[in-house]
């Protein structure tokens, strides 16, 4: 049987962001969907619908981080997928302006588009500056997860369309897919408050905190993600779900 993981980047990233953590898992085929060139925020789960219908695989790891969360929440209530992993993901981006402590106001959003057709690299520069812990801030030079060059301008706009339109909370009260959510406690964007009420409202879910970690585990504490998922691997072929690695 193919052992199969997909892979589902974030708003504005590239694919090699997850290399660090795919090199621990050589016996897997990978799957990445690429949404560099997408003009309308539906496509984007369009994008990983044609990914997953091209596969003949009974068993399949969704593993998403951030946007791409949200795309593997949806896919996965709508797909059987053996297992899931959530990284520095909410199952709602936007929030009323009484609960900040959760999500982002839209307006801030609708900023930022209207912004990036006139300063695309200011954009996209204080993004990755709210992503990272100081500490990560002064590593930045040695990592290439977080270029976001292949991203056209309108793919960049959609994406923010899509985390303004996105609401995964209606799915999660029946998910059963067992899910590992990973949170970096120091994560900007995408709270660690937002990290817990997500692993709370799913049924069978595991919660992993990184201290001193931002919005990108994968990035740079690739080994302590990798053997997250290599335990939830292993406890899925203990019950018979999937091969060892």
Not at 58 to 66: A, H, M, N, P, T
Not at 118 to 123: G, L
Request: one cysteine or more; glycine letters at 8%.
């Amino acid at each position: 049987m193919r052992k199969v993981m997909l892979w589902l980047t974030g708003w504005g990233m590239p694919e090699c962001g997850w290399d660090a953590v795919r090199s621990q898992f050589p016996s897997y085929q990978h799957i990445t969907p690429d949404y560099s060139d997408v003009t309308d925020s539906l496509q984007f789960y369009e994008r990983v619908e044609e990914e997953v219908r091209s596969l003949s695989v009974q068993k399949l790891i969704v593993v998403g981080w951030s946007m791409g969360g949200m795309l593997g929440i949806r896919l996965a209530a709508q797909y059987p997928v053996s297992g899931l992993v959530l990284i520095g993901t909410t199952a709602r981006f936007t929030c009323e302006p009484h609960d900040l402590r959760k999500g982002w106001h839209p307006v801030v959003l609708q900023r930022m588009k209207r912004q990036l057709s006139v300063a695309r690299e200011r954009v996209m520069d204080a993004f990755v500056e709210q992503m990272l812990t100081p500490g990560e801030r002064k590593q930045i030079s040695q990592h290439v997860g977080l270029d976001s060059q292949k991203w056209s301008t309108a793919a960049l706009i959609a994406g923010l369309t899509y985390l303004e339109e996105e609401d995964c909370r209606p799915f999660l009260s029946s998910l059963t897919t067992p899910t590992l959510v990973i949170h970096g406690m120091e994560d900007t964007i995408c709270s660690l408050a937002a990290g817990e009420e997500l692993a709370s409202s799913l049924a069978v879910a595991n919660f992993v905190q990184i201290p001193d970690c931002g919005h990108a585990p994968h990035v740079f504490v690739p080994e302590v993600v990798g053997d997250s998922l290599k335990r939830m691997v292993e406890q899925l072929a203990k019950e018979g779900n999937q091969q060892p690695i």
